[in-house]
């Protein structure tokens, strides 16, 4: 199974993600995660990654397909795997199907905005792994303690009430419209987020096996 997976800051995207990555057995691909390994490695890609991004330039979108083709012969891949984060413009889209990198099926996670800013406003991220939580919606066992590392639960930057609208306005501007590309190609599926999160799995899950 190879999967785009599309959806607005704060739908809960990451954890559908970790869900599907562990119901198929195959790995979450995060052009964020890819960037800075490739920088601290120092391979070719990173260092012209690094290049573009000390130059104050976002990062072509050829560059960044060789990223992802670099990323997705890896090993782990050969089942499939689920791209979060990329693409995140049209242009990429477009870039994408050009490549020889297949894709199956492009889910989007529809939840309204007012939900969504009510789940930004009460995320906080691990400091160390990177793991996230919900003050309400999805709480760590003990408050302010990463389960999985015991690390500091911090809010993000991008959490921050000032910044949510900017990156929701971000959002529908340059990857919405990836909707309705998808949609002419006949791969999206749509699933509507859910209050608890195993309830929007199971209406990922059943999104993915029609």
Known sequence: MRIILLAAPGAGKGTQAEKLSEHFGIPTISTGSILRRNIQ????????????????NLIPDEVMI??????????DCEKGFIL????RTLPQAEALSASDIDVDVVLNLEVPE???IERLSGRVECSKCGATYHIVHNKPE?????????????TRVDDQPETIKSRLDIYHTQTEPL?????????????EGKEE???????VLNALED
């Open 41 to 56: 490695e120092g391979t070719e890609l990173g260092k012209l990654a690094k290049k573009y991004i000390d130059g104050g």
């Open 66 to 75: 060789q990223v992802m083709q670099d990323r997705l012969s890896q090993p």
């Open 84 to 87: 979060d984060g990329f693409p």
């Open 114 to 116: 007012e939900k969504i």
């Open 142 to 154: 003990k408050d302010g303690v990463c389960d999985k590392c015991g690390g500091g639960l911090v």
């Open 179 to 191: 909707l309705a590309y998808y949609q002419e190609k006949q791969m999206l599926r749509t699933v």
């Open 197 to 203: 999160i195993a309830e929007t799995t199971a209406a």
